[in-house]
């Protein structure tokens, strides 16, 4: 079972989260546990460790989300729906209106990401298709971890969406040096977040992306 105190009074995490929350955490992780049994939703070498891994790493990109003026986050590979439900839980209480869109092509994972947005109750849509053959999406955030390098999120967000604030990816130990090579070929605004669960990590928000003229 997740621990619920690591999450509560993890002082780098600032969550004010209730009880209710809190147990919709333990309940979303322990689901991914049992079901990762039989769908390949987390590595197993780090069911252990979900709490900091994936609850807590996915839940730090709240300060980019909890904004006025953000209703819509698309998170694209969804997977296990990390972090799109663990955002989806921790702005529940926030914004009601708060909705997570879904796109994760695999048949078991995104029937997972259903099963999971209803019994939590979320404001969601699951949508079980290939984000590559999507055109002309509107949201307010699009957000992905563990999906797809950076050139290939960037490209994605310049072709196959109209409308967008800005990005949240993660990125590992050699972001430094992706952005340093993004950076030849777009132009782009970039805030950099360091990870509270890996020292070598950072959460970046992009913004104003668009593509050099070479």
């Known amino acids: 079972m997740t621990d619920s ?11 004010n989260v209730s009880r209710e929350t809190l147990r919709e955490l ?3 992780s322990n689901e991914i546990i049992v079901r990762n049994k039989k769908i390949n939703l987390i590595s197993k070498s780090t069911e252990k460790s979900i709490k900091n891994r994936h609850i807590i790493d996915t ?3 709240i300060d980019f989300i909890n904004k006025n003026d953000i209703k819509t986050c698309t998170d694209l590979g969804s997977g296990a729906g990390l ?3 663990v955002l ?10 708060f909705k997570v869109i879904f796109y994760e092509k695999s048949y078991h994972k995104s029937n997972f990401i259903k099963e999971m947005s209803k019994k939590l109750k979320l404001n969601s849509e ?3 298709k ?3 053959n999507e055109k ?7 957000i992905s971890r563990a999906f797809k390098p950076l050139p290939i999120i960037f490209q994605i967000a310049q072709t196959n969406f109209k409308n967008f604030k800005y990005i949240i990816l993660f990125l590992g130990k050699s972001g430094k040096r992706v952005l340093e090579d993004a950076h030849k070929i777009w132009k782009f605004d970039c805030e950099e977040k360091k990870s509270l669960t890996n020292s070598e990590s950072m959460i970046v928000k992009i913004s104003n992306l668009r593509k050099k003229k070479l």
Do not use: E, R
């Open 26 to 28: 333990d309940i979303y």
């Open 83 to 85: 972090p799109g439900i």
């Open 136 to 142: 002309n999406l509107i949201t307010d955030v699009i």
């Open 59 to 61: 839940a730090q990109t």
């Open 88 to 97: 989806g839980i921790l702005m529940k209480p926030k914004k009601a209106h």
């Open 126 to 128: 699951i949508n079980q």
């Open 5 to 15: 105190n690591t999450i509560k009074n993890n002082k780098t995490l600032s969550l």
């Open 130 to 132: 290939n984000i590559f």
